[in-house]
């Protein structure tokens, strides 16, 4: 399909003005683009440009359901579950730094344990932990996650491995969280 074509399919005068509102999310080796774009319908398009078709296309009624949709089927790209849900946890941290899902928190500020869960993993404090992860993760969107991380107190002992415990409570510390994290003093 010709770009021009795809575009007004889209509900677009043309391809420029499509590429005026579409938000590249990730840039796959081979040049691929993965998109979400708001349609002047209102609703919300997510799309890559490896091959331009209409057929291609999914839709959805708000954009934090289409770029949920964008990170699990780029993370079904990473083949170790680890790796999975780290980029998936990184997507929501991102998504939490926009105007924290549309400027408002009903979760008592709980969201704060994402980042600080992110930057523990990714440190060689929570390689256990990451490591274990592997062994379960099977690709939730961001927002699964979220309600799962956020809904309610923090339980340390289903996420992080019991040697790593430690290390987590004086990273909790450091972020001033201990509010949302459950079990500080085990």
């Not at 708001?38 to 609703?43: Q, T």
């Not at 790796?83 to 009903?106: I, Y």
């Not at 969201?111 to 256990?128: Q, Y």
């Amino acid at each position: 399909m010709k770009k021009e074509n795809f575009a007004t399919k889209l509900g677009f005068e043309n391809w420029r003005k499509l590429s005026e509102v579409n938000t590249e999310l990730f840039l796959e080796s081979g040049d691929i683009s993965w998109y979400i774009t708001e349609l002047p319908d209102g609703r919300w398009a997510a799309w890559d440009d490896a091959e331009v078709s209409i057929n291609r296309v999914q839709y959805f009624y708000d954009r934090h359901e289409a770029e949920d949709f964008q990170v699990v089927g780029f993370a079904q790209k990473i083949e170790n579950r680890a790796e999975q849900f780290m980029f998936v946890l990184r997507a929501l941290a991102d998504q939490l730094d926009r105007p924290h899902r549309e400027g408002h928190c009903e979760h008592a500020g709980r969201c704060e344990v994402i980042p600080v869960l992110a930057g523990f993993l990714e440190s060689p404090e929570g390689a256990k932990s990451l490591d274990s992860f592997g062994n379960w993760y099977s690709s939730q969107t961001p927002h699964d996650l979220f309600t799962e991380l956020a809904s309610g107190d923090f339980r340390s002992t289903d996420w992080i491995h019991e040697d790593e415990l430690p290390a987590w409570y004086e990273a909790v510390k450091v972020a001033k969280i201990e509010h949302v994290v459950m079990g500080m003093a085990e």
